[in-house]
């Protein structure tokens, strides 16, 4: 597993905060996203993210977390802009999620990891929610949005591609109001009735460090949607 820390990001999504980005091992093999709509695999993140996956650029996480220590005290980061959780594949290396949770010192993060709640999983993401990291699990659907909920987590969503703004190249290709539109009318909230924020990133210009719900785990139970990215879009099986 391997490391890189931004220290002052040029995303255009998150806008100018710290941004770490982890080895593509980090990544759970049972992701739908893997290869198959993840915005980290096009365009310069994918080649920054790259080079991370190959040691090119980077640290080991010792020397990671000792960066995290020294971030900003109470700024805003993004852990993952690309990559996910310490650990191989699906799981959650829980001892290095703890580290990570104790460098943190309560900084507030946005983070998101697509590993499935097992157990173990499960039991690691709430010892680091207790130290102040907390963690948003990324559900595929929104029946799993609220599986992840039932579970007493944050949760974030894949949406369909409806959901989306269009746009060609990095230009918008509707407008604001055609978009809310035609929106309008597609559904809000979960079977149970859990409330979908759709992320503003993705149809306005603000940025997580303006927005930063998702750092925020007292959004009384409000599920941020993410409408499915890349170039397969229709493989995500979104309902
Ligand atoms: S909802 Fe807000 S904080 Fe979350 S990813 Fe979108 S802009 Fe960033």
């Known amino acids: 597993m391997h490391f890189h820390l931004t220290e002052v990001s040029t995303n255009t999504k998150t806008g100018p905060i710290p941004v770490a980005t982890i080895s593509n091992e980090s990544c759970p093999t049972s992701c739908p996203l893997l290869g198959a709509g993840c915005y980290a695999e096009h365009g310069p993140l994918r080649i920054h993210w790259d080079a991370v996956t190959k040691r090119q650029k980077g640290m080991e996480f010792e020397e990671f977390t000792k960066r995290v220590r020294k971030l900003p005290r109470h700024g805003l980061w993004r852990y993952g802009q690309a990559g996910d959780l310490p650990g191989k594949g699906d799981t959650i290396d829980p001892e290095q999620l703890i580290e990570l949770a104790r460098a943190n010192q309560n900084r507030p993060v946005i983070v998101f990891t697509h590993k499935p709640p097992t157990e ?6 709430r010892e680091a929610a ?3 990291f907390m963690v948003n699990l990324s559900a595929d659907n929104m029946a799993e949005a609220d599986e ?11 949406l369909p591609l409806e959901y989306a703004r269009k746009t060609r190249g990095k230009e918008w290709d509707e407008t604001i109001s055609a978009y809310r539109e035609r929106t309008k009318s597609l559904p809000k ?11 503003p990133a993705t149809y306005t210009d603000t940025r997580c460090s303006e927005c930063r719900i998702c750092s925020n785990h007292q959004r009384n139970g409000v599920i941020v949607g993410f409408p499915v990215h890349g170039t397969k879009k229709l493989r995500i099986k979104t309902g």
């Open 130 to 132: 207790a130290l102040g």
């Open 120 to 125: 173990n999983n499960l039991g690691a993401l």
């Open 189 to 199: 909230a979960t079977p149970k009735h859990r409330r979908i924020a759709v992320c």
């Open 148 to 158: 992840f909920s039932d579970l007493g987590e944050s949760v974030v969503v894949v």
